[in-house]
């Protein structure tokens, strides 16, 4: 998957607003989900993650790279497939931008 996202901020602001959110979202609690073996590294403007999230017998693994710029986030990555069993990758990229366009104060469209 690939979602390309503009930010309206500096790019160092960008990624100062997305490392945060991302650190709150790691964070979280949710009853009977469980999220682990979470990683995140920035080199310069690229950051690397992965992170797994488990719910009864599931886990669902998440990986990719999302690279910020002066004007835009661009998020490339793998969808698991068992999630693509219930939601569309249309829908994720859908939900993703909302959430993005909140976070940076963005009317969606």
Request: proline content about 1%.
């Amino acid at each position: 998957m690939k979602l390309t996202l503009v930010h309206q901020a500096t790019q160092e602001a960008a990624i100062k607003i997305i490392d945060d959110k991302l650190n709150e979202l790691l964070e979280q609690q949710h009853e009977g989900i469980e999220v682990s073996d979470s990683v995140k590294e920035w080199d310069d403007n690229i950051m690397r993650f992965s992170f797994s999230v488990q719910k009864l017998l599931f886990t669902l693994e998440f990986s990719g790279n999302l690279i910020v710029t002066d004007e835009e986030a661009i998020l490339e990555g793998d969808l698991p497939g068992l999630l693509l069993t219930f939601v569309s990758e249309d829908k994720v990229k859908e939900i993703l931008t909302e959430e993005f366009n909140k976070l940076f104060n963005i009317e969606s469209k």
